[in-house]
Structure formats: structure tokens, C-alpha cells
């Protein structure tokens, strides 16, 4: 398999621009995780999702940020506008509790997308 | 909220030391603990997990040890070697989240 994959790998945009964020978990995963980076607060996470379904979002850190899992393929984060203090590095992770007997659960995390908004 | 301590934030020692790297969490009903490497300006490698019912696991030069009840976890790495400079996370399972430390950034020195 190869991994969890993110794209773009850097984003660099102008505030108040739109940015998308992709992410595609390892096949077979059913738990999808986004988190943020940053040096002041560290990892952090955002949102996850179970069997394609948002499940805690409390993580999400304005109405600005949204995210999305259309398939178990595929998941989607959206900042709309962005601003400078977005700029981070984002990382999406998947996970399956099915895996080595059942609640092994241990999360593989994708390259990261780092996003500058100047 | 579970609170998650990694102690030293920096560590160098020559090649060939053993390391010994320190997490701690202030809430003991966690599912497990994961340990991360993350080299510069790259994502996290799973290094070791531990469910909460084991009291350590081991993978080549690699040691994690779990005392869940007073919330603490150690990573040995063994005759350390260059390449194992990075920094090393940890992170506890509780609900379907896991929490970080801040990392502990080490430095093998050849």
C-alpha cells in the first residue's frame, strides 16, 4: 500500500483566498483523521470521521474551516477565506480498528500539506 | 482534557549512548499510546503502540514501557546511531483521539 496520501504537499496562497486540502487513506482504513501543526500549540487535532461521517469536529477552529469525506477514498479540507494565521502544517491520518485482532487502532499519518497564507 | 508532557524538549549524546525519553499524561483511562518520529519538515512514522493493557512493546532497538495508573511511558533506544536523530512524539488513545506531547528533539552526535 502506499501510505496515506496528501496533496498539494505546500500550498501558498493570499488571504481571503479559497484553499482545499486532499487526502486519500490507506485502503481499508475506516477512521480518517485531519490534524494541524504548529509550533506554538503542536498537533492538534481537527475533525475525524468514521465510515465516511464527521464525528467530532470540536477541533475545527472557525466556521472558515470545513471538511468533507464524499467516499472512503477521499476526504477533503476546506478554509474559506484564509487567513495568515491558518499557516501550518496539516496532516490527515487513517486508522482501522479491524486491524492485528480487532482494536489495534494505530493511526498511519500522510507527508503533510504545509500551507503558507501570506 | 488529557494533557500530554514530553521531557527533556532537546537531547544530545554521543553515538553509541542509550536513549531514554520520558512521556506523561495526567488522565489514565486512555485506550493506548503511540509513539511518532517525525524528522525535519516530514509527516510521523509510528514507531511503537501500546494498548493499555500491555506494560511495554518492543521492535528492534526500540523499548516503550506504559505504568498507566501513575500516566507515564518511556521510549528506550538502544547503542543510539546518528540516524536516529529527530524528534520523538507521543501521543495517548482516548475515545477515537489521540493527544500529543510537544515532542522531545534528539541529537546524535557521530
Known amino acids: 500500500d502506499a501510505g496515506v496520501i496528501q496533496s498539494p504537499r505546500h500550498e501558498v496562497t493570499e488571504m481571503g483566498q479559497e484553499v482545499t486540502l486532499r487526502c486519500k487513506p490507506i485502503s481499508g482504513h475506516d477512521y480518517l483523521f485531519w490534524y494541524r501543526q504548529t509550533m506554538m500549540r503542536g498537533l492538534e487535532l481537527l475533525i475525524y470521521?468514521?465510515?465516511?461521517?464527521?464525528?467530532?469536529d470540536s477541533g475545527m477552529p472557525e466556521d472558515r474551516f470545513s471538511a468533507k469525506m464524499p467516499n472512503a477514498s477521499f476526504s477533503t479540507l476546506k478554509i474559506q477565506p484564509s487567513e495568515p494565521r491558518d499557516s501550518a502544517v496539516y496532516f490527515c491520518?487513517?486508522?482501522?480498528?479491524?486491524?492485528?485482532?480487532?482494536?489495534?487502532?494505530?493511526?498511519?499519518f500522510g507527508p503533510g500539506t504545509r500551507l503558507t497564507v501570506l | 482534557k488529557q494533557e500530554v508532557t514530553q521531557i527533556p524538549a532537546a537531547l544530545s549524546v554521543p553515538e553509541g549512548e542509550n536513549l531514554v525519553l520520558n512521556c506523561s499524561f495526567t488522565d489514565s483511562a486512555i485506550y493506548n499510546l503511540q509513539w511518532f518520529r517525525q524528522d525535519p519538515g516530514k509527516g510521523l512514522t509510528s514507531l511503537l503502540l501500546?494498548?493499555?493493557?500491555?506494560r511495554e512493546q518492543t521492535s528492534g532497538r526500540l523499548n516503550a514501557s506504559l505504568d498507566k495508573s501513575s500516566g507515564r511511558s518511556t521510549l528506550y533506544i538502544a547503542a543510539s546511531q546518528p540516524g536516529d536523530s529527530a524528534t520523538y512524539l507521543c501521543a495517548v488513545r482516548y475515545d477515537y483521539k489521540l493527544s500529543f506531547g510537544a515532542g522531545t528533539t534528539v541529537t546524535v552526535r557521530a
Open positions: 501500546i494498548q493499555s493493557s500491555q
Open positions: 470521521f468514521n465510515n465516511n461521517v464527521p464525528i467530532d
Open positions: 491520518a487513517s486508522s482501522s480498528v479491524r486491524e492485528r485482532g480487532g482494536s489495534y487502532n494505530e493511526q498511519f
